[in-house]
């Protein structure tokens, strides 16, 4: 294909502006895939493209300078950068491109590291032909590029922590600890979440009621947390800075149930986790009551009726119970049935295998005469201190046996035997061999799923993974902020999580909520909707399209002296996701950023006739 500068054309009047082109090698991660001088010199023929260079690391100190310099010495009205993901290098190359004394929303970015080498690391020429093509419709889009400022907003210096469970009380008293005013929300008549139904606590044998305490003290002395127990986030709207949240709690000496309207900057999710409730029959749960589950083991634990050398339970002696894995946690769809949510939960709860290990422990040793069996897909018992359960166990006298996912094991009863339930399970730690065993007790392992918060969810729009817990933006890059800006994810009601993970989980969220509220006004970037009110006739379309409540509404007002309806944004609530420009019928209403005229310099730049000839 011809690749001379005369074939070479473009729509726009992009002739007037000087753009320059950067393209980095990364290192050999695109040069040795990508023909990184081949498509420099290609870029330097399209119109309005001023200086195309070629750079080994761009993102280094030295290939940053490199894109500030050329601004000031080359007259650049607008910058270009081939390399990795945005993700990783966009505010990079926006920094560099500011320090060069332009706007940072005339730079462009293409991927051509996973979009082009990676991608197709097989095929040098369709990679370098697909870096050009890529490359010129950003030449295309940036060319229509005009400049534009971030979006400030007032920013409410006060967070507000909705769940006082360990990850709601250490975040709080980390926020507090950092100056920040702290609204602490809990729905139940005491602070302490799911502490209250534990007993040691694994791995360091900690009473779970002391722990409560410490967390509960931290918070309750301090003069910068105001605690409301009996309470609920009835409403809630608004946006980073600026959250609009009624509350509906018991407050004051009268008990009477009250709503109250706060203000704050910044939310953080603790509602934390609910035990997964096995079904009526699921493993004879509810329909024999030596059936139960290890949250009730461990109350059993607790008890001081639970006996003395001997275990006792409902007056009865326990000479063997039998443990089983996995009850709510890695279901497999057509083995087990959908919850009433209608989710299949696939998901390892991750503590569950712990637990078990440390409950039949503590068996062992308390009661030596109880026999314990232990009834496994696999042993998880990942982190510091856990894999000793699994070995202590063993040497304490546990027997185990592994089942597979699509064989369960099955609980009947004995019909009036020595003991009142049968376990019986094909065991793949021998051969497959089919195990019966008969036990006084059948401690059913739960898993965790996610804790109550619908009305935050739904007046927020908070996004859930596929298991139903609130979802991270990226589990590394991000892991505890979520999409709508200004909401922060603590402890398990993002997954599950051991105390030790939430209370890590929740001193990350206080940290970054502090960030998010040390400025005096939010910063948020400016993809916004906007309308043309020239164009604006009021159909309503965009709104009925809208998902973020409050982020477009219909307004009066005139034009041409004459009474309309218009279409009006609130930017600070506005995400920017582009549903209302698709349905506008007038093509009122564009995208900062990402109007439709940019789209259209970006079609043209992708089939503009400039295939990579002789390339390598
Ligand atoms: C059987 C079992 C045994 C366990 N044993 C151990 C152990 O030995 N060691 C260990 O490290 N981990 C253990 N865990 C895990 C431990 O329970 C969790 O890591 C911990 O409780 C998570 O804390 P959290 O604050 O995220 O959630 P939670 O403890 O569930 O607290 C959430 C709080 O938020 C409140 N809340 C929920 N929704 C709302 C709302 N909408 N508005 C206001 N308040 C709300 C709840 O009332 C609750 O007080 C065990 C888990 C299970 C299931």
Redesign the pocket.
């Known amino acids: 294909m011809d690749t001379s500068p005369e074939k070479i054309s473009d729509s726009s009047d992009s002739g007037k502006l000087r753009v320059g082109v950067y393209i980095c090698r990364c290192g050999g991660n695109i040069s040795d895939v990508v023909n990184t001088e081949h498509v420099a010199g290609i870029c330097r023929r399209i119109p309005g493209v001023a200086v195309s260079k070629v750079h080994t690391f761009l993102c280094s100190d030295p290939g940053q300078q490199t894109i500030s310099d050329d601004i000031r010495r080359e007259n650049l009205d607008r910058v270009v950068v081939a390399s990795c993901s945005p993700f990783l290098h966009e505010l990079t190359f926006r920094g560099a491109v500011q320090r060069g004394k332009m706007n940072q929303y005339l730079y462009e970015h293409v991927n051509i590291r996973e979009q082009c080498s990676w991608a197709h690391k097989h095929d040098p020429h369709g990679a370098t032909a697909k870096a050009i093509a890529l490359i010129s419709a950003a030449v295309g889009k940036v060319s229509r590029s005009v400049p534009l400022e971030k979006i400030r907003l007032p920013n409410h210096r006060r967070a507000l922590v909705?769940?006082?469970?360990?990850?709601?009380m250490k975040a709080a008293a980390d926020l507090a600890a950092c100056g920040i005013p702290v609204l602490l929300?809990?729905?139940?008549d005491r602070l302490g979440?799911?502490?209250h139904t534990?007993n040691r606590?694994?791995p360091t044998a900690d009473a779970a009621v002391e722990l409560a305490h410490k967390l509960a003290s931290q918070v309750m002395s301090h003069p910068l947390v105001e605690i409301l127990l009996k309470s609920?986030?009835v409403k809630v709207s608004g946006f980073i800075g600026n959250f609009e949240v009624a509350i509906r709690g018991d407050f004051g000496p009268s008990g009477r149930t009250t709503d109250v309207r706060t203000t704050v900057g910044v939310m953080v999710m603790?509602?934390?986790?609910r035990?997964y409730v096995p079904a009526d029959g699921e493993f004879m749960y509810r329909r024999h009551p030596a059936v139960v589950t290890?949250?009730d083991f461990?109350d059993l634990l607790t008890r001081r009726d639970c006996g003395e050398g001997t275990l006792m339970f409902d007056g009865r002696p326990i000479r063997s119970i039998a443990f089983i894995h996995c009850v709510g946690s890695r279901q497999v769809d057509g083995v087990h049935t959908p919850g009433p949510d209608g989710r299949l939960h696939a998901y390892g709860s991750r503590?569950c295998c712990t637990?078990v290990l440390?409950q039949a422990l503590q068996v062992r040793r308390r009661f030596p005469g109880t026999r314990v069996y232990d009834l496994h897909q696999d042993i998880r018992t990942y982190g510091r201190g856990h894999e000793e359960y699994y070995t202590d166990a063993a040497r304490a006298g546990v027997v185990f046996f592994r089942y597979h996912s699509a064989e369960p094991p099955r609980v009947t009863g004995t019909n009036g035997a020595k003991s009142p339930l049968r376990v019986s399970v094909k065991d793949y730690l021998s051969w497959g061999e089919e195990m019966n065993m008969e036990v006084d007790m059948v401690v059913l392992a739960?898993g965790?799923t996610p804790?109550?918060?619908e009305t935050i969810v739904e007046q927020l729009k908070l996004p859930r993974g596929e298991d139903g817990f609130l979802q991270e933006i990226h589990p590394k890059l991000r892991p505890v902020e979520i999409s709508v800006n200004g909401v922060l994810l603590a402890?398990?009601?993002q997954a599950p999580?051991?105390?030790?993970e939430?209370l890590a989980a929740a001193g990350a969220a206080a940290v970054k909520a502090r960030a998010m509220l040390s400025k005096e006004q939010v910063e948020l970037n400016p993809y916004v909707a906007e309308v043309d009110t020239r164009l604006c006739e009021g159909s309503g379309a965009c709104l009925a399209q809208c998902d973020y409540a409050g982020a477009l509404t219909m307004t009066q007002t005139r034009r041409d002296g004459h009474a309309v309806r218009m279409a009006l944004v609130n930017p600070g609530l506005c995400v920017g996701c582009g549903a209302c420009v698709a349905v506008c019928p007038t093509r009122a209403i564009n995208l900062n950023g990402w109007r439709l005229d940019q789209y259209d310099a970006m079609v043209d730049g992708l089939v503009r006739d400039i295939a990579p000839s002789a390339v390598n």
Do not use: W
């Open positions: 909705v769940g006082g469970g360990p990850a709601g929300l809990e729905r139940s979440g799911k502490l534990l606590l694994f609920q986030v603790a509602t934390g986790y035990p290890t949250v461990n503590v637990t440390h739960v965790m804790g109550p918060c402890g398990t009601a999580m051991n105390i030790q939430t």
